[in-house]
Nanobody, 122 residues
Framework: QVQPVESGGGLVQAGGSLRLSCSPS????????VGWFRQAPGKEREFVAA????????SYADSVKGRFSVSRDNAKSTVYLQMNSLKPEDTALYYC???????????????WGQGTQVTVSS
């Protein structure tokens, strides 16, 4: 069973950048697509970005297009979410999840991490 583990969250000022990482505990991400989701207090968990195993397919939420970039290094079994031009509305708990194919739906992923907090101050 794949157990994703997120890292890299923190507190940053508006306009700043952060890079989140997602690595599996216990196994590898071999063959898995990986998605990033976020959940702000009082709101539903929402899709942010996703990348296929090969990296040839990537998907982004409209709210982060042009600011966030998802990538992966399969040799290190790590997926990254580079977040630039951060806004206060990006504040949330960010989760990574592993699944078979790129999907914008929560149900498309079988294994979820515990999340890493991103807080953007104005």
């Amino acid at each position: 069973q794949v157990q994703p583990v997120e890292s890299g969250g923190g507190l940053v000022q508006a306009g700043g950048s952060l890079r989140l990482s997602c690595s599996p505990s216990g196994r590898t991400f071999t063959g898995s697509a990986v998605g990033w989701f976020r959940q702000a207090p009082g709101k539903e968990r929402e899709f942010v970005a996703a990348i296929s195993w090969s990296g040839s397919s990537r998907s982004y939420a409209d709210s982060v297009k042009g600011r966030f970039s998802v990538s992966r290094d399969n040799a290190k079994s790590t997926v990254y979410l580079q977040m630039n031009s951060l806004k206060p509305e990006d504040t949330a708990l960010y989760y990574c999840a592993a699944g078979l194919v790129v999907s914008v739906k929560l149900s498309g992923y079988n294994y979820w991490g515990q999340g890493t907090q991103v807080t953007v101050s104005s």
